[in-house]
């Protein structure tokens, strides 16, 4: 008996090395899935080496990969991701039920690959990765612009289509998944683009240290009529319904305190003003550094905001306010500063 548990062994041994060594190449995301969130766009495997790209271009590299019991295991020091091999062919690999084909050459494919902004103490982006969500994948080498949108390589000016086609949902939230190196010019060019597009709020990825995992911004798009209108002349599209001008915006608002900044630095003037009761903020931020700058401002700004707000609320409601939910204090803590973001132009 024990001579055949040893053959059975050894035959274990052999399909696992076997499989180890078929499995090993570049494999390719087969679209037909493309309903299917939280799959590797891009999988590399080299020894016990390997490297997800995921659907927004975002690397992800396993030091210690290996099969193990008919299951393909990716690990490192922070994450373990396990995929039951159902198929290994020629030309398919088949994990989870989901399909991949080989790469002859990556270089040939040429991916878009984004080095990301993170690590900033950022946000939870739970659902951008759902089905139907608008991803666009931004970069710039060379003084050019380079876009994904979707699955697609694409152009600036794509974007209108992308996000108003007549199959799509309107009500799809849209992320942009920013390269470190993305200038602030262009970033502010992307806004505006996604603006005279129809899309009123966004979130921005800043970090994703698992694969799956996304942190960042979810903000909104402040411009004014006037400067829609202007944009929409020089680049030759059509204007969006009138919006609020600036006139308007500072007629109706009576105290007004106008703050430019150009650094995470002049954070703390904003700070300080929203501490010392200063009622209206309106942060001009034509002239930032980075995108990071954009980022770390209006998430601080957000967060300084948040507790004002939930004091006011606390003196107002007691120690009941405490107890409640957070969408309902939310819906209580409206009272304290008012600020708002305005960007003018692009450069």
Same mark, same amino acid.
């Given at each position: ?26 494999? !390719? ?48 020091? &922070? ?9 290994? +062919?020629?030309?398919?690999?088949? %994990? ?5 084909? @080989? ?5 040939? =494919? ?18 951008? &990765? ?11 080498? +060379?003084?050019?612009?380079? %876009? ?27 992320? %942009? ?58 680049? &030759?599209? @059509?204007?969006?319904? @009138?919006?609020?001008?600036? =006139? ?13 900044? !150009? ?23 034509? &002239? ?14 957000? =967060?300084?905001?948040? +507790? ?13 306010? +405490? ?25």
């Amino acid at each position: 008996m024990r001579p055949q548990i040893i053959l059975l062994e050894l035959m274990i041994i052999v399909v696992f090395l076997s499989c180890q060594k078929s499995i090993e190449g570049s494999w !390719k995301f087969d679209y037909t899935y493309a309903d299917r969130p939280l799959i590797p766009a891009y999988l590399i495997i080299d020894g016990d080496k390997s490297r997800i790209i995921d659907r927004f271009g975002i690397v992800h590299d396993f030091s210690n990969t290996h099969v193990q019991r008919g299951r393909l295991i990716l690990a490192n020091d &922070d994450q373990r991701i396990e995929y039951t091999i159902d198929s290994i +062919q020629e030309n398919l690999l088949q %994990l989870d039920s989901i399909r991949y084909t @080989p790469v002859d050459s990556l270089a040939k =494919e040429s991916p878009i690959t984004v080095e990301l902004i993170g690590p900033i103490d950022s946000v939870s982006l739970d659902r951008i &990765d759902s089905h139907g969500a608008y991803s666009i994948s931004i970069k710039e080498e +060379q003084q050019k612009l380079i %876009l994904k949108m979707g699955d697609l390589h694409a152009r600036i000016d794509d974007m209108p289509l992308y996000l108003q086609c007549s199959h799509c949902s309107s009500n799809r939230s849209v992320t %942009l998944i920013v390269d470190r190196h993305l200038s602030y010019a262009r970033f502010k060019e992307v806004l505006f683009w996604l603006r005279i597009s129809g899309v009123t709020r966004f979130s921005v990825v800043a970090e994703s240290d698992k694969f799956g995992v996304y942190t960042g911004l979810n903000d909104k798009i402040e411009f004014w009529d006037e400067d829609m209108l202007q944009f929409s002349e020089d680049y &030759d599209v @059509p204007p969006l319904p @009138p919006l609020v001008s600036r =006139e308007e915006y500072l007629s109706q608002s009576g105290s007004m305190s106008l703050l430019k900044v !150009k650094h995470q630095e002049d954070l703390q003037n904003i700070l300080s003003r929203l501490n010392e009761g200063h009622p209206n903020l309106l942060i001009n931020m034509d &002239d930032l550094d980075a995108v990071a700058d954009y980022i770390v401002i209006k998430l601080k700004v957000k =967060e300084a905001l948040q +507790q004002i707000r939930d004091t006011i609320a606390q003196e107002k409601y007691g120690t009941a306010y +405490q107890a409640l939910k957070p969408a309902m204090k939310r819906l209580l803590s409206q009272q304290g500063p008012q600020v708002n973001f305005e960007i003018r132009a692009v450069n």
